[in-house]
T-cell receptor, first 110, second 117 residues
Framework: DAKTTQPPSMDCAEGRAANLPCNHSTISGNEYVYWYRQIHSQGPQYIIHGLKNNETNEMASLIITEDRKSSTLILPHATLRDTAVYYCIVRSDSSYKLIFGSGTRLLVRP | GAGVSQSPSNKVTEKGKDVELRCDPISGHTALYWYRQSLGQGLEFLIYFQGNSAPDKSGLPSDRFSAERTGGSVSTLTIQRTQQEDSAVYLC???????????????FGAGTRLSVL
């Protein structure tokens, strides 16, 4: 599975959009981009995933560049409850496991 | 509906004792996964079950670790002769099994925090 690179930490103001970047320059054609988050003392929570098209659900939007070498997770109106570590993961159809990196620690400020 | 349930939520044991950690997956999920998260570390994969069989045990750190799954549902992770370095949060996840593995979304439980004194 391709390696991902994320900034170690970010912050944003409550009510504003949080844009979390992820680089995955070695991604191959059959690999998906997944986003999970982990709020303190809880298990990871699935947010969204995509292959090549942009995706949106009730939690977030995922923007994948045309060359698929990077993506951005967007939380449109961040709340204090969105403070967590966000993990960008690339996963292929041949892999059972999720490989978690260090993630981005997002702090939402009041 | 009910999510992935793990028990106990916390376990304190003495070095050298055996421990059993339990995972109840989401009903109907055929795939089950165990991960471990040590303090300040990322999550590391331990084992994957498809039904009752474990095609991938590659992440089990030593032969003191074993896992089984019965009836295609509940799974137990057993650590024999625990060591202090086994202290970690043990997380279980489950998923449906579509044709493409990458589409199978893994849903996690809250974990069992194991402390070996």
């Amino acid at each position: 599975d391709a390696k991902t690179t994320q900034p170690p930490s970010m912050d944003c103001a409550e009510g504003r959009a949080a844009n979390l970047p992820c680089n995955h320059s070695t991604i191959s054609g059959n690999e998906y981009v997944y986003w999970y988050r982990q709020i303190h003392s809880q298990g990871p929570q699935y947010i969204i995933h995509g292959l090549k098209n942009n995706e949106t659900n009730e939690m977030a939007s995922l923007i994948i560049t045309e060359d698929r070498k990077s993506s951005t997770l967007i939380l449109p109106h961040a709340t204090l409850r969105d403070t967590a570590v966000y993990y960008c993961i690339v996963r292929s159809d041949s892999s059972y496991k999720l490989i978690f990196g260090s993630g981005t620690r997002l702090l939402v400020r009041p | 509906g009910a999510g992935v349930s793990q028990s106990p939520s916390n376990k304190v044991t003495e070095k050298g004792k055996d421990v059993e950690l339990r995972c109840d997956p989401i009903s109907g999920h055929t795939a089950l996964y165990w991960y471990r998260q040590s303090l300040g570390q990322g999550l590391e994969f331990l084992i994957y079950f498809q039904g009752n069989s474990a095609p991938d045990k590659s992440g089990l750190p030593s032969d003191r670790f074993s896992a089984e799954r019965t009836g295609g549902s509940v799974s137990t992770l057993t650590i024999q002769r625990t060591q202090q370095e086994d202290s970690a949060v043990y997380l279980c996840a489950s998923s449906l099994d579509y044709g493409g593995l990458a589409k199978n979304i893994q849903y996690f439980g809250a974990g069992t925090r194991l402390s070996v004194l």
